[in-house]
C-alpha cells in the first residue's frame, strides 16, 4: 500500500520520476505535457512498504515455477534378477545444462515403472556406473568414481511378497583408494 510517509525499518522505498503537467493555457485547446522530469519533493515520497511474507512467496513461487521445468530422464539399463522377481534399473537424468547429468539406481518389481519417491542411489559426477545381479536378492553397484547424495542397502515393497523379499544393495567403488574424484575432493 502506497503512503507519503518516510521509509519505515523493514520497507522499500522506490523514487518515483514525475512529468511536469502544465494547465491549460488559453491559447491552447489541450493539455499541454513538458518533457522536463523533476524529482518528486520530500514530502510526496511514495513509500512502497513489501511484505516479507509476500516478497517470500512471490520467490518461492518463482523458484518453484523455474525448478518445475521437467527433467530429461533416460533409461539407461534394466536388468532382471536371477530369480525374475525385480529388476534394477539404471535412470540418467538432465536437469539442464548448468549442472551434471545425475544417475539413480531404483530397485521394482519386474516389468514397472520406476517410482521418484522410492530410489536406492542417486550420484552425480559419475564414472563406469554399473549395476549386475551377484546373487537373486543380492544388487551390487560398482562404479570408478562417483558423488553418491542418496543410497540404502536394502529394498522391499508391499508389492513383492508383501515385504518379504528383500533386496541387499552393495555399493563397489573400483579401487580401494579415493572414489571421489579429485576436483570433488578439492574444491
Known amino acids: 500500500m502506497a503512503e507519503e510517509v ?3 525499518p523493514g520497507s522499500l522505498w522506490l523514487p518515483m520520476l514525475f512529468v ?9 485547446s489541450s493539455f499541454h505535457f513538458s518533457s522536463r522530469l523533476y524529482w518528486p519533493k520530500p514530502l510526496r515520497r ?3 512498504r ?8 512471490a520467490l518461492a513461487s ?7 521445468c521437467d527433467a530429461e530422464t ?6 532382471t534378477s536371477p530369480d525374475g522377481v525385480v529388476d534394477a534399473v539404471m535412470l540418467r537424468k538432465n536437469d539442464g545444462a548448468t549442472v551434471p547429468y545425475v544417475y ?19 550420484a552425480d559426477h559419475v564414472s563406469d556406473l554399473e549395476i549386475a545381479w551377484q546373487a537373486p536378492k543380492l544388487l551390487k553397484i560398482s562404479y570408478a568414481e562417483a558423488r553418491i547424495f542418496e543410497f540404502s542397502n536394502f529394498w522391499q515393497s508391499a508389492d513383492v511378497q508383501d515385504f518379504k523379499y528383500v533386496v541387499e544393495l552393495r555399493l563397489a567403488p573400483a579401487s580401494d583408494s579415493f572414489s571421489l574424484s579429485t576436483p570433488d575432493r578439492n574444491p
Open 6 to 8: 518516510g521509509a519505515a
Open 20 to 28: 511536469k503537467n502544465q494547465a491549460l493555457s488559453p491559447r491552447r
Open 46 to 48: 511514495v513509500e512502497l
Open 50 to 57: 513489501v511484505n516479507s511474507r509476500i516478497l517470500t512467496l
Open 62 to 68: 518463482l523458484a518453484f515455477a523455474l525448478g518445475a
Open 74 to 79: 533416460e533409461e539407461v539399463y534394466r536388468v
Open 104 to 122: 539413480e539406481v531404483h530397485v521394482v518389481p519386474k516389468g514397472e515403472k520406476t517410482d521418484e519417491d522410492f530410489r536406492n542411489f542417486v
